[in-house]
């Protein structure tokens, strides 16, 4: 089955630490993008990516880096430079970057920094 | 800049009952509209989608209708079931624009 991976689903830091958050997909899609969801609100995004090797900042990059050296992955480091990292991170893929494309989502890696 | 605004919830119904869900956008140009689903614990699923003015997306007994006169995209669904208990945002992406803008989500709780 075709799809996106997330890992791990729950995932503890102790302040100070950068952590990486894996997504994986295998629908052959071009862009991926990375969101943060904290409670009682909508998503926003962190970083997206249009191909491989290319990547830019969303909205609210501050604290976070991404590669893309592979077109099926997209990993996001949690740096000790974000502020308040705990929150619920969601990865999103779609063919192209197109404005009529549908972004499909992963399940989610829950981050809690202790 | 683009924006969705969705009505707050939460929103409890019985079984069989009338759903609506009620959202609004700002944007320029013709921006795509999508309605995502999330389960507890789980990330977004697409519910249904529209591109363009008077489109109508469907699917799963969820319908609703691309309004540009009046900016809106509301969610209906005339019989729910419990299954139906989850979050819902409305997200708009724009034509210059590569990320999704999502709503604050409503939160519907149906009860048998």
């Known amino acids: 089955d075709g799809g996106i991976t997330q890992s791990p689903k729950y995932l503890f830091r102790k302040e100070g630490q950068n952590v990486t958050l894996s997504c994986e997909q295998n629908l052959n899609h071009d862009a991926m993008y990375w969101y943060r969801q904290d409670p009682g609100q909508g998503l926003r995004l962190i970083y997206y990516s249009q191909i491989v090797n290319d990547f830019q900042k969303g909205d609210i990059a501050e604290g976070y880096s991404v590669s893309r050296e592979k077109k099926e992955s997209f990993p996001l480091t949690v740096t000790s430079a974000q502020k308040n990292p705990t929150a619920f991170y969601l990865c999103?893929?779609?063919?192209?970057?197109?404005?009529?494309?549908?972004?499909?989502f992963g399940p989610g890696t829950r981050l809690t920094v202790l | 800049g683009n924006s969705v605004t969705q009505m707050e919830g939460p929103v409890t119904l019985s079984e069989e009952a009338f759903l609506t869900i009620n959202c609004t956008y700002t944007?320029?140009?013709?921006?795509?509209l999508f309605w995502y689903v999330q389960y507890p614990g789980e990330g977004l699923q697409l519910l249904l989608k529209a591109t363009k003015a008077d489109d109508k997306g469907s699917n799963k007994g969820f319908e609703a209708t691309y309004r540009k006169e009046t900016t809106s995209f509301h969610l209906e669904k005339g019989s729910v079931q419990v299954s139906d208990s989850a979050v819902y945002f409305c997200a708009l992406r724009g034509s210059n624009d590569y990320k999704l803008s999502f709503g604050a989500g409503t939160t519907v709780t149906v009860r048998a």
């Open positions: 944007a320029t140009g013709y921006p795509s």
């Open positions: 999103a893929s779609s063919v192209t970057s197109g404005r009529t494309d549908t972004q499909y």
